[in-house]
């Protein structure tokens, strides 16, 4: 078993997946050190409130990453990517690749890499999957004992804006009789603190996390249900996909099968008891996001065409 007594490092702890790991963490005993760029943050804070030891740092600061590593147990590993359009590609992979030296350089017991559920054997042609592809390659060559997860479509990506449901509609990758999986934020640190909880049973794995498997029919039910009255789904239309080059490979790498998910559920659940369908998620911790998008306009905003 693992050493609870040490802290885990965690990167992008004010964001969704840093913040699911730090709150699964801190409930199942860890104590947490977070790397923020800005200890003074309305979400540093919420941390620090919570527990958290906050160091103040960016991604390029390797001092400060390797101090903050020193004595630590773990370190769960995860990065921007470009579609946010902070970091470029070749950023991804620099900071993913010297994390994962720094926390083998420190003697860091435990890495915790999160890649993406559409990374496999092949390229994607996507240059945040690919990128996330040759951190992982990197981290296989290293001595430390790691496992990566590859985290499905999450749920969170439905509700925001500009997929339609302001106007009584869903359009999304799958067509209505295609499914894939789809994970719920809250999740990936109950995923990941269960795999801390066990470095002997989870070194050296890779594998993929989701907690849904959904059609496109089954998205139109559920949200209509949750909704109180008809939203309609459908793919996005060819002209969207024709005038949008990035929507238009993600639908491809669904048709193609990367996208869809080969996650095990059954296994998945035997780590994580508590994971979500999207019925459960829709009913409760995605609830409020839902309302919201039936009441909100815009677009969402990516510029990695
Ligand atoms: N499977 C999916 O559906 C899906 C969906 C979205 C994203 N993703 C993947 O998830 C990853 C992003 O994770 P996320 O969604 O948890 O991110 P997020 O919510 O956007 O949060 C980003 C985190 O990174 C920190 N950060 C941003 N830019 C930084 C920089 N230049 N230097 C240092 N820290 C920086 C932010 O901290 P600050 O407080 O300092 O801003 C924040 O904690 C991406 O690689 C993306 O491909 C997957």
């Given at each position: 078993m693992s050493d609870i007594k040490k802290p885990i490092l965690v990167f992008g702890a004010t964001g969704q997946q840093g913040g699911s790991v730090t709150t699964a963490l801190l409930k199942t005993g860890w104590s947490v050190r977070a790397i923020v760029r800005d200890t003074g943050s309305a979400k540093s804070v919420a941390l620090r409130d919570a527990g958290v030891e906050l160091v103040q740092g960016t991604l390029a600061d390797t001092t400060t990453i390797q101090r903050a590593m020193e004595s630590t147990h773990g370190v769960f590993s995860v990065q921007p990517s470009s579609p946010g359009g902070e970091l470029s590609d070749e950023d991804e992979v620099r900071y993913g690749i010297s994390i994962a030296d720094l926390a083998n350089d420190t003697g860091v017991e435990h890495l915790i890499y999160s890649s993406g559920g559409a990374v496999g054997d092949k390229p994607t042609g996507m240059g945040h999957f690919d990128s996330k592809?040759?951190?992982?390659?990197?981290?296989?060559?290293?001595?430390?004992?790691?496992?990566?997860?590859?985290?499905?479509?999450?749920?969170?990506?439905?509700?925001?804006?500009?997929?339609?449901?302001?106007?009584?509609?869903?359009?999304?990758?799958?067509?209505?009789?295609?499914?894939?999986?789809?994970?719920?934020?809250?999740?990936?640190?109950k995923f990941v603190a269960a795999i801390f909880a066990d470095r002997a049973r989870f070194a050296g794995k890779t594998f993929e996390i989701a907690s849904d498997t959904v059609t496109g029919r089954d998205m139109e039910t559920l949200f209509t249900k949750a909704a109180g009255r008809p939203i309609t789904y459908s793919r996005f239309s060819d002209a969207v996909l024709a005038a949008n080059p990035f929507l238009d490979r993600l639908t491809a790498l669904l048709d193609q099968g990367p996208l869809a998910g080969h996650a095990d559920l059954n296994a998945l659940r035997k780590i994580n008891p508590e994971m979500q369908s999207f019925a459960t998620w829709l009913a409760g911790s995605g609830r409020t996001s839902f309302e919201q998008a039936l009441g909100t306009g815009g677009a969402w905003q990516y510029n990695n065409a």
């Open positions: 592809a040759q951190i992982e390659a990197h981290i296989r060559t290293l001595p430390i004992a790691s496992t990566i997860v590859r985290p499905a479509t999450f749920m969170e990506m439905l509700v925001l804006p500009g997929f339609g449901l302001e106007e009584g509609r869903l359009n999304f990758f799958a067509k209505p009789d295609q499914s894939m999986q789809l994970l719920a934020v809250e999740d990936i640190g």
